[in-house]
Each structure stands twice: as C-alpha cells, then as structure tokens.
C-alpha cells in the first residue's frame, strides 16, 4: 500500500491516483491530510503538494486537480526519458513534470469540454486533440509514465511491486451497422441502392446486386458463419453489437421488426456476447436509448451491461450522460474514427470521470485503438503490423488490446481477400 500526503483530497486527486496505482499498476493507494499520520508511516509513502515535508518522495503539484470546472489552459509538451510531458514542476520534485495532472486531463478528456470545432457528425475532431497535434496519440502515455514513476519509487520502496508481466487481453469487436447489404432491405432501399450504383457505373456492385435479391448470391455482409469458425479454437472472445433502432439518415440498418434479423441475433448469441450498437438518436435523446436498449434486450433474453455508440463518441460528456443510469456498465466506443491510437492516454480499462458534475461515476470505458475505417487508411501489412505493434507496448498486463471491424471484413470481394487474410490470421496468432 503506498500513503499519499496531500493537503487538499479532491474528487478529482482521488480518481487520478486511484486509476495510476491502483487500476494500472496494481498498488493500492491511501490518502491522508494530516501530517503526523504520513510521519508515522514505515511503508511506502509520498506526498503530493506545493512544497516537500522533508526528503521523502515529492511530486510538485499542479492545480488542476484541486480547481472545478474546465477552462482553457495553456500546454506546452517538452519531453521525459523519450516519453511526452507538460505541467512542468519545481526543480525538487522527484519528477520534472505533474504525471497526474497530466494524466488527469488526459483520462477526463478535458480539452472536450472546452470550445471546439465539431465534424459533419457532430464529433470532436481528432486533430484538435492534444495527442494528435503532438504525435502521442499511439503511446498509452499514463500507463507508461505509470511505469516509469514505480521504477523511481522502487529506488526508495522495493517492497513496492508491479504486478507479473502476462499476455495483454485481447477484445476484438464486431460492429453490426447492418447484417445484410442488400436483403431484408425495402424496395425503396435497394432501388436508392441500385440508381447510386447506375449513376456512378459501378458495374460488379449493379451484377452483385441482382444476384443476391434474385436468390443466387449470398448476402456477402452475412458473413457470421465465418466468424464462428474463426473464433472457434482461439483464446480470444470477441463481442458483437448490433444496431437495433428505426431507420435514419445515419443509422441505416435493418428494420427491428425483420424476424430473420431477430433470428440471426439470436443465433450469434448463442456463441458469443452480443449487444446493443446505440444509434445517433438515442445517443441524443435518453427516452429513445432506453427504448433500443429494452427491445434488444426483449430479444436476447438477458440484461447486457456493455454498449457501443454507432457512428463513435461525439465528445465524452454527451455520449455517455445517458448511460449513466446503467448500474455496471462498460463502454466500448472511446477512440477516432478515423485515427489509430489512445483517445484517453491509457489502454487500461477507467471509469468515466463527469467534469460537468465533478464526479466519478460507475460506468467503465474501454479503449479501442483501432477502427477498421482507420485501419484501411493503411495498407493491410502496415494497418496489423501497426495493430501488433500496439499491442506489444503496453507495459502492464492490466491494459487491454481492443480494435473494431465491422462484418464486412468477410466480404467476398477480391479486393477484400488480403484484410480477410490479415484479420484471420491476427487472431489465430494472438498470444
């Protein structure tokens, strides 16, 4: 156990410490503001304030985590031991920049509460993110700096000790936007589809078409039975989530009144963990996000706790206020859709943390470092190259590796065949 002096605990210093030691690194943490308490501690001790007691391990303290509110600030990122660093401390700290700060406005995503410009989506764009304009946005930096500050801790406290090193857990996901690309569609729907098609003279999509609406072709995004066989014999499990709403401008999915599509979920059920793809509106509105989530519910036979939002997470606050009602949920949307990398700094699974309200709550986000939209802005080689690459830098067993593709990965197209190959062979050779 490490004891932590502080003058001040703030919701704020509780959550970051406890996320740093405790979800990271597995060290538990305890907190103290009276000084004779800290003095009679034997054990692992440090204290975070303006000014060291003594010569005890001192972290020069920023202000951010005693304040309330968000506004702007000023960042200047310098660098420490090849890792990235801002909220530079006095010169007798122990380390030369605020880590939980930093880690602070990082995990809370504070610069999305700030002013910002917002994509045609209504999402916070990636490039206005602090990790992407200073070329971090694939580091877990928390967890790496989580790292390097229990190596200078152990120079005072070897009792002190990181969990054993073991494999990274792998969570691939399977994002259902729609099951079928031409069937169980409306007239109206695929005829929309056909004249797109026609105007832009897309040939094989027009032959493609036909042949499946006339019965001769299979669906080539009913591709289910492929994953079954894929993760069949692996260690990995993967979760499926599917969109189960009316149809809209964003969420064109299949009609939730199509019993064959009930059929198909039920079926991918059977196997693996399946859920709730949010749609656009009920991300916006709490009455419709609690309607999708009962009716898919009603249709799996069993509660579900984990979610993901279709179309990715606008800013953290919006997506998520509405989840909040869900005792023990888990989130597994946080990331760009069109970047690879750490949205929130950290691979290792955090509880959301409500600037607005200065709270932290009980729902848990994952992060996903990859979509298949931003993996195919690569070529397939470099895209798993990069997703192994990921994986391999996680410095604690605590983080989790989870990526999304979509059910089109399967696609037959022979422009598909070489992702088909890659994805499949990712995951039978994951360790």
Request: aromatic share 16%; with cysteine.
């Amino acid at each position: 156990m490490l004891l932590v002096y502080t003058h001040k605990i703030t919701p704020r210093l509780r959550y970051t410490f406890k996320h740093f030691f405790e979800s990271v690194l597995g060290i538990k943490v305890d907190f103290t503001t009276k000084l004779e308490v800290f003095i009679a501690q034997n054990g692992p001790k440090m204290s975070y304030a303006n000014a060291p007691l003594g010569n005890e391990f001192f972290v020069n303290s920023n202000a951010l985590l005693f304040e309330q509110g968000a506004h702007d600030i000023e960042i200047t990122v310098s660098q420490w031991e090849g890792l990235p660093a801002f909220f530079d401390c006095s010169k007798d700290s122990m380390l030369p920049f605020d880590v939980f700060a930093a880690a602070f406005f990082l995990i809370s995503r504070y610069e999305e509460y700030l002013t910002h410009v917002k994509d045609d989506s209504d999402r916070f764009m990636s490039n206005q993110c602090l990790a992407v304009q200073n070329n971090f946005l694939e580091l877990p930096v928390i967890d790496l700096w989580a790292k390097k500050t229990l190596d200078l801790l152990l120079q005072k406290f070897p009792e002190l000790e990181l969990a054993r090193k073991s494999s990274v857990q792998c969570i691939p996901l399977v994002e259902v936007a729609s099951a079928y690309k031409y069937k169980h569609k409306s007239f109206l729907r695929n005829t929309a589809q056909f004249l797109i098609s026609l105007g832009n003279f897309e040939i094989w999509s027009i032959v493609e078409q036909t042949m499946v609406l006339l019965g001769l072709w299979k669906d080539p995004w009913n591709n289910f039975n492929a994953f079954f066989s894929l993760f069949k014999n692996t260690q990995v499990k993967p979760r499926f989530f599917f969109l189960f709403s009316k149809i809209t401008f964003y969420d064109q999915g299949i009609s939730i009144f199509n019993d064959t599509f009930h059929s198909l979920i039920k079926s991918v059920a059977d196997y693996h963990k399946v859920s709730l793809l949010v749609s656009t509106e009920a991300r916006q509105k709490a009455k419709v996000f609690k309607s999708e989530l009962e009716r898919f519910e009603s249709i799996i036979h069993r509660n579900t706790k984990f979610l993901r939002f279709n179309r990715g997470v606008t800013t953290v606050f919006d997506t998520y206020r509405n989840v909040l009602g869900i005792e023990q949920a888990e989130d597994f949307s946080l990331g760009y859709h069109d970047k690879i990398g750490y949205r929130a700094s950290t691979a290792v699974p955090f509880r959301f943390y409500d600037l607005g309200n200065e709270i932290e709550t009980s729902l848990v986000l994952y992060a996903v470092v990859a979509t298949e939209e931003a993996l195919r802005t690569l070529d397939v080689n470099t895209a798993f190259k990069k997703l192994e690459d990921l994986k391999e830098q996680i410095p604690t067993s605590t983080g989790v590796h989870v990526f999304s593709v979509t059910n089109a990965i399967f696609s037959p197209h022979n422009k598909n065949t070489l992702w088909k190959e890659a994805y499949t062979n990712y995951i039978i050779n994951y360790d």
